[in-house]
C-alpha cells in the first residue's frame, strides 16, 4: 500500500465520525488495515474507568465481536477484541471546567505527530549510531505506550492493555521502590529522545513543542483557576498546621510561598533550560501501567494518558511523579538513589541516540548531567508541592469519596471545577511529610 492510500485511507475514516461516538463502518476500516480478513458484527460499549480515575475524559472499554473468513475461504472464524475509547466528557459543564478540548487536542498532537516522529527518529539512530549494539531494543527505544488506532479532537481509540495482563497501581497506595524506579527508567528514555532529537533537528523540535497549548498553568488561566488554587491553599495550610502547629517558622515559609502558589507553578512551566524536554506532564499512578512475570517482577511499564503534556524542564516530570506518588519516609532513604536510577538510564539512552561523541558534545559528560539534573530538581521541586496540593486529597481519597467524571449535567461552566474531596488523615500525613522535607531541604 502507497503513502497516498494510507493517507486517503486515514482521511476516510477521520471524515466518517460526525460524533465521538462509534459505529461499525468506523471500526471495520480502523482494523481493516492490519487485519483485512476481519468482519465486525457488533460491539459492546461499558465504562472504562472508576470514580477518582480520570477527570478531563470518558474512558469507554469496547468489546468487539467478529469473524475472519482467512484466505478467502468459506468457513467463519471467531474473532474478538477490546479497546479503550476516550473521548470527550458528554456532559457540557465538565468538559468547560477541565478545559477538556484543548487538554483532548494536546493528546491526539501526540499520538499523530509527536510519537510517529520519536518512533522515526529512533529507528534511524539505532540503524546508524547504535548498530551492532548489543543492547536489546527495549533498552534502546522509547515505546512504553498503548497502541493507538485513531486520535482525533474529539475521540481517541487505544490498544485494551488488560488484554496483554497490564494492571494499574492502587492509587491509595501509591508506587513501591521497584514500580517507582521502572516509571524513572521510562520517564528518562521518553525524555532522552526529546534531548536528543532536538539536538538533531532543532527547528523541527521547535515545531513539535510549538503545536502543544499548556493545560494548566499558563498566564491566561490565572483568573480562571484562581478560586481553585485558594481552596487548594487553604486546604494545605489547614493540613500542615493540624499535624504540627508548633512548627511556626514552616508554615510561615509555606504561606509565603503558597501566597502566590499559581504564579510561581506558571513561572515554573514557562522557563527555559539545557533540560527542557517534552514532558509526560501527569504521571502519576493512574497513568501508570505495569505488567509481571511469573515470579511477580516487573516486565513491562506502560504510560498513558497525554493529555497535559508540555515544554519544559524534565525536573518537572520527576517532581510531579516523586512527591505525588511515594512515601516521605521512603523518599528520605531512597530520593539520591531515585534520581540515581533515572540519570544513568538517561545517559545510556543518550548515548545510544547521539553516540559518545555526540553525547559529550552535547553535554559534557556523566557527571556534568548529573549535576544539571540535581540543579533542576532542585528548583522544581516545588513543583511536586503545588501537584500534591491538587493530586494528594484525589489519590488518598476512597473511590467513593472521588468526584464522579460521569455525572450528567448541561449547565455551563462559568468557575474551574470544585473536586470538593473531603480530607482525610493520610492526606494530611503525606501533605505535612512534604512540605517539612522541602523546607528542611532548602527546596521552598
Given at each position: 500500500?502507497?503513502?497516498?492510500?494510507?493517507?486517503?485511507?486515514?482521511?476516510?475514516?477521520?471524515?466518517?465520525?460526525?460524533?465521538?461516538?462509534?459505529?461499525?463502518?468506523?471500526?471495520?476500516?480502523?482494523?481493516?488495515?492490519?487485519?483485512?480478513?476481519?468482519?465486525?458484527?457488533?460491539?459492546?460499549?461499558?465504562?472504562?474507568?472508576?470514580?477518582?480515575?480520570?477527570?478531563?475524559?470518558?474512558?469507554?472499554?469496547?468489546?468487539?465481536?467478529?469473524?475472519?473468513?482467512?484466505?478467502?475461504?468459506?468457513?467463519?472464524?471467531?474473532?474478538?477484541?477490546?479497546?479503550?475509547?476516550?473521548?470527550?466528557?458528554?456532559?457540557?459543564?465538565?468538559?468547560?471546567?477541565?478545559?477538556?478540548?484543548?487538554?483532548?487536542?494536546?493528546?491526539?498532537?501526540?499520538?499523530?505527530?509527536?510519537?510517529?516522529?520519536?518512533?522515526?527518529?529512533?529507528?534511524?539512530?539505532?540503524?546508524?549510531?547504535?548498530?551492532?549494539?548489543?543492547?536489546?531494543?527495549?533498552?534502546?527505544?522509547?515505546?512504553?505506550?498503548?497502541?493507538?488506532?485513531?486520535?482525533?479532537?474529539?475521540?481517541?481509540?487505544?490498544?485494551?492493555?488488560?488484554?496483554?495482563?497490564?494492571?494499574?497501581?492502587?492509587?491509595?497506595?501509591?508506587?513501591?521502590?521497584?514500580?517507582?524506579?521502572?516509571?524513572?527508567?521510562?520517564?528518562?528514555?521518553?525524555?532522552?529522545?526529546?534531548?536528543?532529537?532536538?539536538?538533531?533537528?532543532?527547528?523541527?523540535?521547535?515545531?513539535?513543542?510549538?503545536?502543544?497549548?499548556?493545560?494548566?498553568?499558563?498566564?491566561?488561566?490565572?483568573?480562571?483557576?484562581?478560586?481553585?488554587?485558594?481552596?487548594?491553599?487553604?486546604?494545605?495550610?489547614?493540613?500542615?498546621?493540624?499535624?504540627?502547629?508548633?512548627?511556626?517558622?514552616?508554615?510561615?515559609?509555606?504561606?509565603?510561598?503558597?501566597?502566590?502558589?499559581?504564579?510561581?507553578?506558571?513561572?515554573?512551566?514557562?522557563?527555559?533550560?539545557?533540560?527542557?524536554?517534552?514532558?509526560?506532564?501527569?504521571?502519576?499512578?493512574?497513568?501508570?501501567?505495569?505488567?509481571?512475570?511469573?515470579?511477580?517482577?516487573?516486565?513491562?511499564?506502560?504510560?498513558?494518558?497525554?493529555?497535559?503534556?508540555?515544554?519544559?524542564?524534565?525536573?518537572?516530570?520527576?517532581?510531579?511523579?516523586?512527591?505525588?506518588?511515594?512515601?516521605?519516609?521512603?523518599?528520605?532513604?531512597?530520593?539520591?538513589?531515585?534520581?540515581?536510577?533515572?540519570?544513568?538510564?538517561?545517559?545510556?539512552?543518550?548515548?545510544?541516540?547521539?553516540?559518545?561523541?555526540?553525547?559529550?558534545?552535547?553535554?559534557?559528560?556523566?557527571?556534568?548531567?548529573?549535576?544539571?539534573?540535581?540543579?533542576?530538581?532542585?528548583?522544581?521541586?516545588?513543583?511536586?508541592?503545588?501537584?500534591?496540593?491538587?493530586?494528594?486529597?484525589?489519590?488518598?481519597?476512597?473511590?467513593e469519596e472521588a468526584p464522579d467524571l460521569y455525572a450528567s449535567g448541561t449547565?455551563?461552566?462559568?468557575?474551574?471545577?470544585?473536586?470538593?474531596?473531603?480530607?482525610?488523615?493520610?492526606?494530611?500525613?503525606?501533605?505535612?511529610?512534604?512540605?517539612?522535607?522541602?523546607?528542611?531541604?532548602?527546596?521552598?
Amino acid at each position: 500500500m502507497g503513502v497516498n492510500d494510507s493517507e486517503a485511507r486515514k482521511d476516510s475514516i477521520t471524515s466518517s465520525l460526525c460524533s465521538s461516538h462509534l459505529d461499525l463502518e468506523l471500526l471495520q476500516r480502523m482494523f481493516v488495515k492490519n487485519e483485512p480478513d476481519v468482519t465486525i458484527d457488533s460491539y459492546e460499549e461499558a465504562q472504562g474507568s472508576g470514580r477518582g480515575d480520570n477527570y478531563t475524559a470518558a474512558l469507554f472499554r469496547i468489546a468487539l465481536k467478529g469473524h475472519t473468513l482467512p484466505d478467502g475461504g468459506t468457513k467463519k472464524l471467531k474473532w474478538e477484541k477490546s479497546i479503550i475509547c476516550k473521548r470527550l466528557p458528554d456532559c457540557k459543564i465538565k468538559r468547560e471546567a477541565f478545559k477538556s478540548e484543548a487538554l483532548f487536542r494536546n493528546e491526539v498532537v501526540f499520538y499523530n505527530t509527536i510519537m510517529p516522529e520519536y518512533v522515526a527518529f529512533q529507528r534511524r539512530q539505532v540503524e546508524t549510531v547504535g548498530a551492532g549494539t548489543d543492547v536489546p531494543a527495549s533498552e534502546r527505544l522509547f515505546q512504553a505506550i498503548p497502541h493507538c488506532y485513531l486520535a482525533r479532537d474529539d475521540l481517541i481509540v487505544l490498544e485494551d492493555l488488560r488484554v496483554r495482563s497490564f494492571t494499574m497501581p492502587d492509587r491509595q497506595a501509591g508506587l513501591g521502590p521497584q514500580q517507582l524506579e521502572a516509571v524513572l527508567a521510562e520517564l528518562a528514555r521518553f525524555h532522552a529522545v526529546s534531548l536528543a532529537y532536538q539536538r538533531r533537528h532543532p527547528a523541527e523540535f521547535r515545531q513539535l513543542t510549538g503545536a502543544l497549548e499548556e493545560g494548566i498553568f499558563s498566564q491566561a488561566n490565572e483568573e480562571w483557576y484562581r478560586r481553585y488554587y485558594d481552596v487548594l491553599t487553604r486546604n494545605a495550610i489547614q493540613m500542615v498546621r493540624q499535624t504540627v502547629p508548633e512548627k511556626r517558622d514552616h508554615l510561615a515559609k509555606l504561606e509565603r510561598f503558597l501566597g502566590n502558589c499559581f504564579g510561581h507553578l506558571v513561572e515554573l512551566v514557562n522557563r527555559t533550560s539545557e533540560l527542557s524536554v517534552i514532558c509526560h506532564g501527569d504521571c502519576w499512578t493512574n497513568n501508570i501501567l505495569f505488567r509481571y512475570d511469573e515470579a511477580g517482577a516487573i516486565a513491562e511499564t506502560c504510560l498513558v494518558d497525554f493529555q497535559l503534556i508540555r515544554h519544559g524542564s524534565l525536573a518537572l516530570d520527576l517532581a510531579y511523579l516523586i512527591y505525588c506518588c511515594t512515601d516521605g519516609a521512603l523518599r528520605k532513604k531512597s530520593l539520591q538513589h531515585w534520581l540515581q536510577t533515572y540519570h544513568q538510564q538517561l545517559v545510556r539512552s543518550l548515548r545510544l541516540l547521539l553516540g559518545d561523541g555526540g553525547f559529550a558534545e552535547a553535554f559534557g559528560s556523566d557527571q556534568r548531567l548529573w549535576e544539571q539534573i540535581g540543579d533542576e530538581f532542585r528548583v522544581c521541586a516545588r513543583f511536586g508541592l503545588g501537584a500534591a496540593m491538587d493530586m494528594l486529597p484525589i489519590s488518598t481519597c476512597s473511590s467513593e469519596e472521588a468526584p464522579d467524571l460521569y455525572a450528567s449535567g448541561t449547565e455551563t461552566a462559568a468557575t474551574p471545577p470544585e473536586l470538593n474531596v473531603p480530607p482525610n488523615e493520610l492526606c494530611r500525613q503525606k501533605m505535612t511529610m512534604l512540605v517539612l522535607e522541602l523546607i528542611d531541604g532548602g527546596m521552598l
